[in-house]
């Protein structure tokens, strides 16, 4: 028999506030998702698709940038679009987030949805819980590992490209007028999170393997618009689209940054070339335009409490039947 | 069990329900300090005991007192205080041995940078070397049982609930995980509650046991006690001469009011006989020289904990099941 090190040692330190147990599990759970674990093809394709993923806030970023310090950088056309944007400014919010959420739903499925799907094929739970843990710090910690890459992604830029904004306006009022906004910016995006987080969450915590909870978000993220729309368009109704939860979320950022009244002010004086393009750039920010806001938030909080109820349960289930998963 | 003893876990009147399945029935029992054994066969309620214990489950009826705190309301007071061993080959997924021991530490609110050092120091003393650095999922099976004895202990736990500790080592894993966990409890002061259904391994590492079956208390007590209340000395014996012999001399020893049967049904010569109190082996050579026979093998012998076990789970088995 080997001869180990029997010097074991009792330990005297003081355990943290109960308050805080979420943190460890927040951090560890990003540091693994960040750490991309599963072959150098794949590390590589996700590294590309992180790159990639930043070229919207980049090219934000650069036409503020350049419209408030280097104007010669932008081609003349592009220039005069811009200018004729800038007093509807207000509008690169939704569509940062718009664009970003596109990226946004690879992440989520890619880091999300293992997050207790693994969890429950390697019988994690009930270590956790012999923990002095109670289900919310777990629930916490996972929705923090995934909040914290939605808000990478939404609130965090917006948030950036907002204080930016202010900085490089030296006009007297600029921060006042700019103030508004950062309430529908942090309404929206931090919507985005937890509806996000929580379904994401929900699904993996119905399945034991990952990909089933991918596939099952992906059908109610992607496809379930498109059914909505359908039916919608069928029956001639503004109000089914908002059953789906990121036509809902882009009818919400429409209603709370006003992006009705902006299209209007911005679309009667533009004329030719910047018409066309002021019109692309609403509509992509939300074509249903017309989905009545308070369907979109009850939508939303029905979306959010059926996560949490569904989480809650297995969740339940889990600490009761013990090791198996089964019983 | 002395009444006497410092008591880490008390049970009173113990009911756990999975619906309409009785799990375990009116418990009434504890756990003195050092290492307690707890014992049954397979559904005799164990780990539905150790989740009670660690406020896991809900009672449907009676109490659970661990460490002085009533579970499962100071459920998480009790957690802090206890280290938890799971049955099956779990860990947190992902992670090398020695992130999953140091992640255990933190999520049990130790600071990081302590919990890193710790995980160093109990994983040395669980005997991992350089291996703490692959991934948990290439880990045998005797690897992932020591990286959850080092999960379990690295916040310095009072109480160890250990569940099934040694499922799937070979023998020299087993024996040294083993050694460990007599080293913790009876060297280290750390209470150990050892789960198991393999006899053997409590009877090396514990000193009191529990015995459970179909989710009742069967019996409870020091090793000791048991061996020498259950001992109830058993004779071997082996008849000389023809076949029918063995079967003269039981027939008498039975009318004798002696509990005797022939344990090998490929042997009819062999014969196992338990004593009546206070009647010493002797008294059964009486009885073979009366049914005319010559006993050619004459072995006294006392109770294994096996023995004990047997006896209070199946009384009928423990006769003849045991050589």
Same mark, same amino acid.
């Given at each position: ?33 960040l750490?991309m ?64 959420i ?7 499925v ?10 429950r ?207 | ?24 029935q ?23 005991l150790?989740?009670?214990v ?58 990081r ?18 291996e ?55 060297e ?39 061996? &020498?209340?259950?001992? %109830?000395? #058993? *004779? $071997? ?5 023809? !076949?029918?012999?063995?079967?003269? @001399? +039981? /027939? ?14 490929l ?20 009885v &073979?020289?009366?049914? %005319?026979? #010559? *006993? $050619? ?5 006392? !109770?294994?904990?096996?023995?004990? @076990? +047997? /006896? ?12």
């Amino acid at each position: 028999m080997p001869v180990y090190d029997r010097s074991y040692r009792r330990w005297d330190g003081e355990l943290k506030r109960r308050a805080l147990r979420f943190v460890p599990i927040m951090s560890m759970g990003v540091k693994n998702a960040l750490g991309m674990k599963g072959g150098w093809f794949f590390t590589l394709l996700l590294r590309t698709f992180m790159v990639v993923s930043l070229v919207p806030t980049l090219l934000l970023f650069f036409a503020n940038y350049a419209l408030a310090f280097r104007p010669d950088f932008l081609p003349l056309g592009f220039l005069g679009f811009l200018e004729e944007l800038r007093p509807y400014r207000a509008i690169q919010y939704p569509l940062l987030t718009r664009l970003n959420i596109l990226f946004l739903m690879v992440y989520t499925v890619l880091f999300g949805s293992g997050l207790i799907a693994k969890d429950r094929a390697s019988g994690a739970l009930p270590l956790y819980l012999s923990r002095p843990l109670t289900l919310a710090d777990y629930v916490l910690g996972k929705v923090g590992i995934i909040g914290w890459f939605v808000a990478a992604f939404t609130l965090v830029p917006n948030l950036v490209l907002w204080l930016f904004g202010v900085l490089a306006d030296d006009r007297a009022g600029a921060f006042h007028e700019a103030l508004p906004l950062l309430g529908p910016i942090v309404a929206q995006n931090v919507t985005a999170i937890a509806l996000y987080s929580l379904t994401i969450l929900a699904v993996s915590s119905l399945c034991r393997r990952p990909m089933f909870a991918g596939l099952i978000w992906f059908t109610i993220v992607v496809f379930l618009p498109t059914l909505t729309a359908g039916i919608g368009a069928r029956l001639g109704s503004h109000a089914i689209p908002a059953a789906s939860p990121n036509d809902a979320l882009f009818a919400l950022g429409y209603d709370l940054f006003g992006v009705g009244e902006l299209y209007e002010q911005a679309h009667g004086p533009a004329r030719g070339d910047a018409r066309f393009a002021i019109e692309g750039v609403f509509s992509f920010v939300n074509p249903f335009g017309k989905t009545p806001p308070g369907w979109c938030w009850a939508s939303m909080a029905a979306w959010c409490s059926l996560s949490l109820a569904v989480l809650t349960t297995t969740l339940r289930r889990q600490e009761v039947v013990g090791d198996s998963g089964r019983r | 069990m002395s009444d006497g003893a410092p008591r880490v876990i008390e049970l009173a009147g113990l009911t756990v329900r999975y619906g309409k399945n009785v799990a375990i029935q009116t418990l009434d029992a504890h756990c003195p300090a050092g290492a307690v054994g707890l014992l049954g066969p397979n559904g005799a309620g164990k780990s539905s005991l150790i989740k009670a214990v660690l406020g896991l489950l809900q009672p449907s009826a009676g109490s659970v007192r661990v460490l002085g705190h009533e579970v499962p309301r100071h459920a998480l007071e009790v957690r802090r205080r206890v280290g938890y061993m799971p049955e099956s080959a779990v860990a947190f997924p992902g992670m090398t041995g020695f992130e999953n021991v140091a992640y255990a530490g933190s999520i049990a609110g130790m600071p990081r940078g302590e919990a890193r050092r710790r995980a160093h120091e109990v994983l040395e003393y669980v005997g991992c070397g350089e291996e703490r650095y692959r991934a948990i999922e290439e880990y045998s099976q005797g690897m992932r049982q020591r990286i959850k004895l080092a999960s379990a202990l690295v916040h310095d736990p009072e109480l160890l609930l250990l569940d099934e500790p040694t499922n799937g080592l070979d023998p020299s894993g087993r024996s040294e995980i083993l050694e460990l966990i007599r080293d913790l409890g009876h060297e280290k002061g750390i209470h150990v509650l050892l789960s198991s259904h393999v006899l053997d391994d409590v009877e090396a590492v514990c000193d009191h046991v529990l015995v459970l079956a179909r989710g009742e208390l069967k019996v409870a007590g020091s090793i000791a006690e048991l061996k &020498a209340r259950y001992a %109830g000395a #058993r *004779v $071997r014996l082996t008849i000389d001469g023809e !076949a029918g012999g063995a079967a003269r @001399f +039981l /027939e008498l020893a039975q009318t004798r009011g002696f509990e005797a049967l022939l344990p090998d049904p490929l042997d009819p010569r062999e014969c196992l006989v338990k004593l009546k109190d206070g009647v010493a082996p002797q008294a059964l050579l009486r009885v &073979a020289l009366e049914s %005319g026979v #010559r *006993v $050619r093998r004459f072995v006294p012998r006392g !109770a294994s904990l096996e023995e004990v @076990f +047997l /006896e209070t789970i199946d009384p009928t088995a423990s006769a003849g099941g045991n050589r």
